[in-house]
């Protein structure tokens, strides 16, 4: 079995649990193991709060999930102005901010970041499921 959704969201705060409980009744359904539940319901949090934090001009976003049994891929999409993949810094110890592309990386597999100046952005990773 395999479940695809597309969701396009406003960019608001009240989005990121809505797509949060979206993905765990998917994995629910399809039996996921608990552990690599969380983490992509953490990588996906932190991507979709990444989004309506710090997507300047964008009015909406766009995620796709795509679940089957043994595999998860999402996407996290808008139309923002845009972020420098290579301008991740690592937040200081201190910091109580800034980790949330760090986490996706750390969680995720294939993690892939795309961004263009006005043109806005992709976070894409995935997860096999044992």
Do not use: Y
């Not at 995620?63 to 998860?72: A, N, P, S, T, Y």
């Not at 990386?105 to 992709?122: C, D, F, I, Y």
Request: aromatic share 4%; glycine share 8%.
């Amino acid at each position: 079995m395999r479940m695809s959704v597309r969701l396009n969201l406003p960019l608001e705060v009240d989005s990121v649990p809505a797509v949060r409980r979206l993905l765990r009744c998917a994995l629910t359904i399809l039996r996921v193991d608990g552990q690599a539940g969380a983490d992509l319901e953490i990588a996906l949090t932190e991507a979709c709060a990444n989004v309506v934090k710090h997507a300047a001009g964008a009015e909406k976003f766009e995620v796709r999930l795509d679940v089957g049994e043994d595999h998860c891929s999402i996407d996290v999409m808008d139309d923002g102005s845009g972020f420098d993949p290579a301008v991740d810094a690592e937040p200081s110890p201190t910091s109580e901010r800034g980790r949330g592309l760090l986490l996706i990386k750390a969680l995720g597999e294939n993690v892939r970041m795309h961004s263009s100046p006005r043109s806005g952005s992709l976070i894409h990773f995935e997860k096999s499921f044992a």
